[in-house]
T-cell receptor, first 113, second 113 residues
């Protein structure tokens, strides 16, 4: 069974601190990894995508990928109350006509002013 | 911002009714997806399409059907709605390549009484 696992939280972080969100996946051949943010009652929106081992930075967000450990993380620096949301990790399985994303249940992040 | 639309946004309907949830995108994306998401839970893929006249069932068993007669349009139909169909239905689309980002519509919240 291919799975993506995340800690459901809630993860409570003081404003201005670093929030660290983690995700593990089971399919060793996965190649594409995504972090989405979902506000309550809204649809998911892309925060970051990462395809190679290492770090990828975009503004206050850094995605980290370690394929050997089957682990992907998202760091949010200088956390703001507007970052409070559920963060979804998605990982691909299959290729071409069989390509799909498998989604984690999400980690609820709360930024306390 | 992604140009993908869903109607209706909210629907309350009685058991046994036939319903069609509409999804349209103006980005020329080949791939389109339907997900089901219950509150606080992960997204489950119920149908997807890689192009006109191409439709496949996802991992989640569903009593719904889809069609893809035009690139921009991917409606989902429930022939006989039941209370177990009560959920949030999210439509998404992406370009052709395996690594492409999925963009989501605003969702349809369905309640079957």
């Amino acid at each position: 069974q291919k799975e993506v696992e995340q800690n459901s939280g809630p993860l409570s972080v003081p404003e201005g601190a670093i929030a660290s969100l983690n995700c593990t996946y089971s399919d060793r051949v996965s190649q594409s990894f995504f972090w989405y943010r979902q506000y309550s009652g809204k649809s998911p929106e892309l925060i970051m995508s990462i395809y190679s081992n290492g770090d990828k930075e975009d503004g206050r967000f850094t995605a980290q990928l370690n394929k050997a450990s089957q682990y992907v993380s998202l760091l949010i620096r200088d956390s703001q109350p507007s970052d409070s949301a559920t963060y979804l990790c998605a990982v691909n399985v299959g290729m071409d006509s069989n390509y799909q994303l498998i989604w984690g249940a999400g980690t609820k992040l709360i930024i306390k002013p | 911002e992604a140009d993908i639309y869903q109607t209706p946004r909210y629907l309350v309907i009685g058991t046994g009714k036939k319903i069609t949830l509409e999804c349209s995108q103006t980005m020329g994306h080949d791939k389109m997806y339907w997900y089901q998401q219950d509150p606080g839970m992960e997204l489950h893929l119920i149908h997807y399409s890689y192009g006109v006249n191409s439709t496949e069932k996802g991992d989640l068993s569903s009593e719904s059907t889809v069609s893809r007669i035009r690139t921009e349009h991917f409606p989902l139909t429930l022939e006989s709605a039941r209370p177990s169909h009560t959920s949030q239905y999210l439509c998404a689309s992406s370009l052709s390549h395996n690594t492409d980002t999925q963009y989501f519509g605003p969702g349809t919240r369905l309640t079957v009484l």
